[in-house]
Structures are given as structure tokens and as C-alpha cells.
């Protein structure tokens, strides 16, 4: 499960929940406001942070719960934190927007996986920033518009696993499109309304070596030559370098209070090269030998994502999310290939978020604010 919470950054910026009509706006959203009904000064448009987000999270594997099918061995994995999830808008015209985003979470294991080494272990995910630029190129409000998204940013290794792996730093760019439909404006009560997102991104990681190492670990391992000394290396599977992420998302907002979007993921990856052949001397009796490379063996990996989820808009300033989600490479590690709807990786999630914007804000039962984007909360 730490994979839902932590290693989906590698979905980062173009891919983590939901953006109903009135339910949650998370920090990498991009807004279709009804400007056409809101004042022109409406108390909102002075609040830069708003859409900002601060969520307690609760995430538990599949096979926490039983759902799924058997494995070797009992592996529950149980976490819970607090994740913030910034926004802050450098221009806020009704046509352009020009806005700073910031993603960071910090989680605690509550139980003993596989996926940490310690019960309790506390640690944060990776950090995430990004300047994207916004402008509306159809529509000018009633949540029928078109709108597009560039985007530039930066992951920082702040979690555990990334940091002590040897990564610097990944920049990325991203495009997205959105069509926000009003599908039965005026005919249903309560109103219900369409969100379509379409985003292509890509991410390029640098490190200091092309498989994990961590200078803190004192390991023993044979040189060429023969000798014996300490080493670093924590595995011999290279990092990933390049990866680009495909993603779609389609949100449907029951009025102002209901939402529920599912999001679907491809992420193609191309990992550092390592040495096609290498020679071992020393510990062999005919004294050196070649080893090379597999013919099976590629640098080439694909991971998927399914996600899907409802939010409840249960009081001004509040929300909470229930969700499901599955991250996962499409060959597992004993070979086999995964679905996407369903694997070990697999998990359900809940929180409760708070929305600081509506809590300085008057209520305004006209102003429509839909948003999009890929899910942030795996």
C-alpha cells in the first residue's frame, strides 16, 4: 500500500482525487469557474491559496481486507497522515491563469509490511512543484468550457525509498486538455454535470549511480580484481531515467455535493543502461571470466493505474473521499503480467480534507467551480 501512497509519485503532477462540482479542488486541478454568475469581486478571486488542500489520510492493501485473491504470505499493511496539497495563482484573470502548485505528504505504517523496515516507521513521500500556465480556450463560464494546461516540475527525493536509492532530482513537463459539459443543466434536480481530462507528461530522474546505492551501508562485495571491500550497492536492478505518463480522467458532480471520478494510467519507463558484458576475476579457478547481459533482459518497463472514487461535500470546508486504487507494473515480479484493475499492489483509501479557501469565503450558491485533473492521492 505504501506503493498507493508513495511510489504513485511517479504518476506525479499529470496523474494523482476527485474535482466535483462543490466537493473537494485539489492543488493540481485546473478550475473552470461559472465567472459569468460570480461577482467580479467575489471575496474568492483575492484568495491566491485558494483550491488549496490539507487531508488526513487512511490507506489499507486489499489484502488488509481480504478482497483479492490468496497470497504466500500474511503481508497487512495499514497507513495513516496528513498530506498538503498547495496552490498559490501569480495571475487569476478569467482567461489565463498562471499558478504555482506544491505536494507533499507525511505518512506512518501502523502495522509491519514488507514495504517498510520498521512497524511504525514515519516517512514523507516525495515532494512536488510545479508552475502551470491555464487559459481558457472555449467557453465563458455556465461549466461549459474547454481548457488547456502546460505545466513545468520538479520532484524532490524526500521519501525514504527515493532518497536512499541515490536520486538528485526529476524535472518534467506536462500538457492536458479539459472539457467541462453541463449534461443535464436545468432538466434533474440536483444538477449534474461532466469532466473530461486528457494529459501526456513526461519525467526525466537523475542520480548518482544507475542502481540503488546508499554510501551509509557498509556491504561487503568482490571487485574486479579479486579483493573484498565495502560497497554501497543495494541492488543490481538499474533506475528508472525517462518515463512518460499517459492519463485520462472523467468526473461526473451530482450537484453541490456528490462527485465521483475514475482515473486510468499508462506509464512506459526506460531504466539507466548497465554493461553488456562484465569481467569477474578472482573468484573463479580458471581466473577471469565474461559475463554479459541476458538476452531476455530490458531496460524497458510499463505500469499501469486505475483509480476511482467518490467525494461528499458534507459541510462548508470539509469533504471526504472514499476510494480504490491499483499501481502496479504490468510484469510482476514472478513474471506474470497484471490487471489493471487488480493486484497485490492494490488498495482502498479515505480522508477527510480540509479546504482552507471556503472557511474565509461567503457561500455563493450560484458560482459553479469545476475542476480536473489525474489522481493525486495515490
Known sequence: MPRLVIAAASFVLSVLPIAPAAAQAPADTVSAADDTKAPQDAPERLLRFRDSVVS???????ETLGVGADVQSSNPTY???LAARGRFYLVDERKDKLFVLGNIGLYRELTNSDS?????EVSLSDAELALVYAPRLRGSGEGDATLADVRASLTLPTSKSSYESGRYFAPGVGVGITQVTPLLKGRVEPDISSIVRLAVAYQRWFARATVPTNPSLERVRMTMDGRTLPGDQLSGSSLIRDQLTFSTRFTLAFGEVV???TDFGLQPAWK???QDQVQV????LTGCTTVQVGEDDSRYLVRTLFNTEVAFHFMRGFSLEVGYGNVANQIG???HRRGIFYSPDAGFYASLSLIPHELFTSPEPERKAQSSAAPHRL
Do not use: R
Request: with cysteine; hydrophobic share 35%.
Open 56 to 62: 488526513w489520510e487512511h490507506n489499507v492493501s486489499a
Open 79 to 81: 497507513i495513516m497522515g
Open 116 to 120: 517498510t523496515t520498521a512497524q511504525g
Open 259 to 261: 462527485g465521483w471520478a
Open 272 to 274: 539507466y543502461d548497465v
Open 281 to 284: 576475476c578472482g573468484n573463479v
Open 333 to 335: 515480479p514472478n513474471g
